[in-house]
């Protein structure tokens, strides 16, 4: 039975049920990194035993270590704030005077 389930799910979809179980893993992976999680308790969370053997996968998918996903979240979040304050604050003119605010 298992074998004809994952028969019919390759022709059903065009993807092995290994490769989308995997893509599902990953991307809830991302999700959890980049609202902080640990990597040990990420790969837990997406169903690995071993964070070395999520890491290894997560690398092969997206061509980066969890830690550097991480990093790269944390770093996005911080640019994307510091952005939306230098925008959030009111241009003013050359004389300090907010009449000629561009």
Partial sequence: MHTRFKNLF???????????LTARRMREAKTLLAHGDGVAKVAR??????PTSF????????GMSPSQFKDRSAMAVVN????????????VGRHGDR???R
Wanted: no cysteine.
């Fill in 10 to 20: 390759k022709q059903a979809t065009g993807s092995s049920w290994a490769s989308f």
């Fill in 45 to 50: 969370e997406v169903g690995y035993r071993s």
């Fill in 55 to 62: 890491s290894a996968a997560f690398a092969k998918t997206f």
């Fill in 80 to 91: 994307v704030a510091s952005e939306t304050n230098r925008q959030a604050l009111p241009k």
């Fill in 99 to 101: 009449r000629h605010i």
